[in-house]
């Protein structure tokens, strides 16, 4: 009952930035967590970023610490993702997810249960 729809990927030189949306509609939306994965090809999706809907506490992976920034928004039930400083290895699907309940940590795909359908980021060098 739950979908997320991201937004805002597309192509970008290196040492530019792009912000991501993602919003989530649905007759009830619950959520523990909101995360951004990404997954190159021939890659496993790998966690980028999480935040807690209610306090807004972040977790960010180390290989974008200091250049990503991950927000929300309660009242348009939207995160979003600063991108800054993009390097080519940032080219990715990015993927938006949310987290239910608190079962697993932050940095696990099993931990979410709705993903969204993913937006294009590629980054030249």
């Known amino acids: 009952q739950v979908q997320l729809v991201e937004s805002g990927g597309g192509l970008v030189q290196a040492g530019g930035s792009l912000r991501l949306s993602c919003v989530a509609s649905?007759?009830?939306?619950?959520?523990?967590?909101m995360g951004w994965f990404r997954q190159a090809p021939g890659k496993e999706r790998e966690f980028v970023a999480a935040i807690n809907w209610s306090d807004s506490s972040t977790y960010y992976a180390d290989s974008v610490k200091g250049r990503y920034t991950i927000s929300r928004d309660n009242a348009k039930n939207t995160v979003y993702l600063q991108m800054n400083s993009l390097k080519p290895e940032d080219t990715a699907v990015y993927y938006c997810?949310?987290?239910?309940?608190?079962?697993?940590?932050?940095?696990?795909?099993?931990?979410?249960?709705?993903w969204g359908q993913g937006t294009q980021v590629t980054v030249s060098s």
């Open positions: 997810a949310t987290m239910v309940k608190r079962l697993h940590t932050y940095y696990q795909r099993r931990s979410y249960d709705y």
């Open positions: 649905g007759r009830t939306f619950i959520s523990y967590a």
